[in-house]
């Protein structure tokens, strides 16, 4: 069955997705009768291109890997006018928006702004931005709901390591008391580092840059804040909660001295930045700090650059999943897992779900 599909961003996470759709494109269509057409693409920075008919993918990487731009898709000096994102939307008549830009924890914006507008136009919206997710998710799920759509957020928490499909699908029956994890890379690389090479911080930051685990500006990573957004997203989604970034006690690694960390070490114990959400009666209280966990603690055996979370449930009790928290391909794998659970809407060939429906 043929799926149109439009991005709002082609930066890493839409390449990704691109690639995937293109590479498995003959697996996809056995597997689950998916037959995705990609119809239009807006990006900032690499122009945009409004193709009904489909986007020839094998074409649109030869044009951006050998430096050209999204609009130059037709041919060269044949650039299109740069399509605004909610005209696209507007324009492209497609069943599902993946919008892919980059994370405002502020505002959300702009893309809140484009998610409710695809939303209001019939069509389904998978993101891996935290930023609406974790400021607006009551109101986005509720106007998805509304209209009959699916707002898919797989991509936000874990990249491709799944949360909320695991606790819909995985879990269900279960009562999620509390979440636990290590939810940033950079850190747990960075607290690696620092333990096991005996390094100091700044040369163990320097390192995660070199490698591409951080930014050239780590604040985000290092002071908690993206930690931060993702405890929210947990706390409302699975917790029922409504709280925001600013009900959210942060403390990052930035204070940690290494003599501590050796100290926690001969002692039967480890550092890491630890995102925290449980509940406490009527309420649900989170933090993102730095804990010494004993070393019987799953969460104490997650090294380098990985990513884990424990669920604590009524009926199985404590379940820990570990696996990458960022990457290409990984992010992209959660966006098409969301796009397979919209698309078995139609089909009834349901690998899984990721999503408010």
Do not use: W
Request: charged share 20%; net charge negative; proline share 4%.
């Amino acid at each position: 069955m043929e799926i149109k599909i439009a991005l709002i961003g082609c930066g890493t996470v839409g390449r990704g997705l691109l690639e995937i759709l293109e590479t498995k494109r003959g697996q996809l269509k056995s597997a689950f009768d998916f037959d995705p057409k990609v119809v239009a693409i807006s990006d900032l920075k690499k122009g945009s291109i409004l193709v009904p008919d489909g986007i020839e993918l094998d074409k649109l990487f030869a044009l951006l890997d050998g430096g050209g731009r999204i609009d130059q898709y037709y041919g060269e000096g044949n650039t299109a006018e740069l399509l605004n994102p909610l005209d696209m939307i507007e324009q492209c008549d497609a069943d599902i928006i993946a919008e892919l830009t980059y994370t405002d924890i502020q505002t959300g914006e702009p893309a809140t702004g484009y998610i409710k507008k695809a939303l209001r136009s019939g069509m389904h919206v998978v993101t891996s931005n935290k930023g609406p997710a974790a400021l607006h998710y009551k109101e986005l799920s509720g106007l998805a709901k509304k209209n009959g759509l699916v707002f898919g957020i797989e991509g936000t928490v874990m990249s491709g390591t799944p949360v909320f499909s695991l606790a819909a699908a995985g879990l269900a029956g279960n009562e999620i008391r509390e979440v636990k994890g290590i939810l940033n890379g950079t850190t747990n690389f960075i607290l690696t580092k620092m333990e096991q090479d005996n390094m100091a911080y700044a040369d163990a930051l320097k390192l995660a840059q070199q490698l591409g685990y951080a930014e050239a500006d780590p604040t985000a990573d290092v002071e908690g804040f993206d930690a931060l957004a993702k405890i929210v997203i947990l706390s409302n989604v699975l917790l029922g909660a409504e709280i925001t970034p600013a009900d959210v006690k942060r403390q990052g690694i930035t204070a940690l001295t290494g003599e501590q960390i050796q100290a926690a070490k001969a002692q039967g114990f480890r550092y890491k930045l630890i995102a925290q959400a449980q509940r406490k009666g009527p309420k649900v209280v989170a933090s993102v700090v730095p804990q010494k966990l004993p070393l019987a603690d799953p969460l104490a055996g997650v090294m380098g650059a990985q990513n884990a979370l424990t669920f604590d449930t009524d009926l199985l009790g404590k379940v820990t999943i570990q696996g990458p928290g960022a990457g290409k391909l990984e992010t992209g794998c959660a966006i098409l897992a969301d796009i397979l659970s919209i698309h078995s809407r139609f089909t009834g060939r349901r690998p899984g779900s990721a999503s408010n429906a």
